[in-house]
């Protein structure tokens, strides 16, 4: 394979808006000024509640900032339209490097500027538009604001290169295109109630992720060249807890892409999950290929299954792995996996989880490791206890984080609830429908 060069009641509605400008509080750095600054936006902050759009992050953009600011694509398509599909030109099974190409020139299509801060912004691209799923905004890994970035995985020494002497943490950002944002836009089509049901996606559904980390050059020699990044992050990088706590201060720190992952609903994987997945590696991993830009990104491999039964990547008859890529480590017994990904785990095994609630997405101690790694069907819920979401984690989390957000607005006292109710009932001109719902 080559590198790719591109030729209720107005109560619960209230809860739910006000516990989102109380996490923005909770979440903003500890600084005086910023703790200013988000308090001032108390007045201003309109989202994730009825009638409102959804939160481009929760945390307040200061007042000094005059970089890129991140505004999430949430015009979702209400129907669907003829598009461009590169890739169903190649077999995935017999051309997967073709394959994995045109899906990623697909994907970049439109996306790239000479200015790397200005690239993969939906509101510049004239080609197409692509969206970011919604409610990623919450919590300790939330969206930051200047990209959108949500913290990842964290990469423990050695695990990208054996010069990387410390823990790094990585961010990424995940986009659909049309036809897969039409079922975004159909979960969400009540901002108050998602509905699982909805979350079956079409054949041509593309789902595209960015992956950067806080490694250095130094310790990750084939990061030279990468596209870097502006973002606000935890100021330490090489924190080993497992998660960041609400405070712990954020920088503005830059960041290089590390990983590219592709999924694409495709009809000829139907037999085994309906998905092709692919995962790229910048500058070609330890097999190191000079270059800079986009472009200079190396296919790791490409899977259709998740090769029930079968162990050691000699055995492997769903996947394809590209032996011009060297990388640190693969997934679970050889399965296909990027570097920024947990080794027990591998790319389609890991999505099949997404469902409603969520199981852990990695097999856990004393579970037997073999229900991580069948092929369901897009409907095939992981373990039966609440319905699948067509393996999307970006749907997986942002419900769960609703679902998080609306317990803990229950809990809130009733006069605040009420008093923030009144702001927002000012703000918003279109009366409330439905014996005071609002949608």
Same mark, same amino acid.
């Given at each position: 394979m080559k590198a790719f060069r591109p030729n209720f009641s107005p109560g619960r509605g209230a809860w739910l808006a006000m516990t989102a400008v109380v996490t923005a509080l909770a979440t903003a750095p500890l600084e005086s000024s910023h703790a200013r600054e988000a308090a001032a936006q108390l007045e201003v902050r309109r989202c994730n509640g009825p009638n409102m759009p959804f939160c481009d992050a929760q945390m307040p953009v200061p007042q000094q900032w005059r970089g890129v600011t991140f505004h999430l694509s949430q015009n979702?398509?209400?129907?669907?339209?003829? +598009?461009?599909?590169p890739w169903r030109a190649f077999d995935p099974k017999v051309h997967s490097s073709d394959y994995l190409r045109a899906a990623l020139g697909y994907f970049f299509e439109g996306q790239i500027d000479r200015n790397y801060e200005l690239s993969f912004n939906p509101a510049n691209n004239h080609v197409r538009t692509w969206y970011h799923a919604p409610w990623q905004d919450a919590g300790v890994n939330g969206r930051e604001f200047v990209h959108g970035l949500t913290r990842e995985r964290t990469s423990e020494a050695f695990e990208l290169h054996p010069l990387q002497s410390h823990v790094w943490h990585n961010y990424a950002v995940g986009l659909y295109n049309p036809t897969g944002a039409f079922t975004i836009g159909r979960v969400w089509a009540d901002h108050l109630s998602p509905d699982p049901s909805q979350a079956i996606f079409p054949e041509g559904t593309v789902a595209a992720k960015l992956l950067f980390t806080t490694a250095p050059v130094s310790e990750v020699p084939y990061l030279r060249g990468a596209p870097e990044w502006t973002a606000y992050v935890y100021a330490n990088p090489n924190a080993i807890k497992p998660h960041p706590l609400i405070g712990d201060p954020r920088v503005l720190m830059k960041l290089r892409l590390l990983q590219i992952d592709i999924a694409v609903k495709d009809a000829r994987a139907q037999s085994t999950t309906g998905w092709v997945f692919g995962t790229f590696i910048y500058g070609g991993g330890l097999k190191m290929r000079p270059g800079s830009g986009w472009s200079n990104v190396f296919p790791v491999g490409i899977m259709w299954g998740n +090769?029930? =039964?079968?162990? =050691?990547? &000699?055995?492997?008859?769903?996947?394809?792995?590209?032996? +011009?890529?060297?990388?640190?480590h693969y997934g679970w017994n050889g399965r296909l996996n990027g570097p920024v990904d947990n080794k027990l785990s591998a790319c389609l095994s890991c999505h099949s989880t997404a469902e409603d609630p969520p199981p852990p997405m990695i097999p856990t101690v004393g579970a037997d490791p073999a229900l991580w790694f069948r092929n369901l069907?897009?409907?095939?819920?992981? &373990? =039966?206890? =609440?319905?699948?979401? &067509?393996?999307?984690?970006?749907l997986s989390t942002g419900i769960s984080n609703f679902k998080q957000a609306k317990r803990a607005a229950t809990m809130s006292p009733r006069p605040a609830a009420a008093a923030f109710y009144n702001q927002l009932k000012l703000a918003d001109p279109r009366p409330p429908r439905d014996g005071g719902l609002t949608h």
């Open positions: 979702y398509p209400t129907s669907l339209r003829p +598009d461009a599909e +090769d029930p =039964g079968r162990e =050691g990547s &000699d055995q492997l008859t769903e996947s394809r792995l590209n032996p +011009d890529v060297l990388v640190p069907k897009s409907s095939e819920s992981f &373990d =039966g206890r =609440g319905p699948s979401l &067509d393996y999307s984690l970006a």
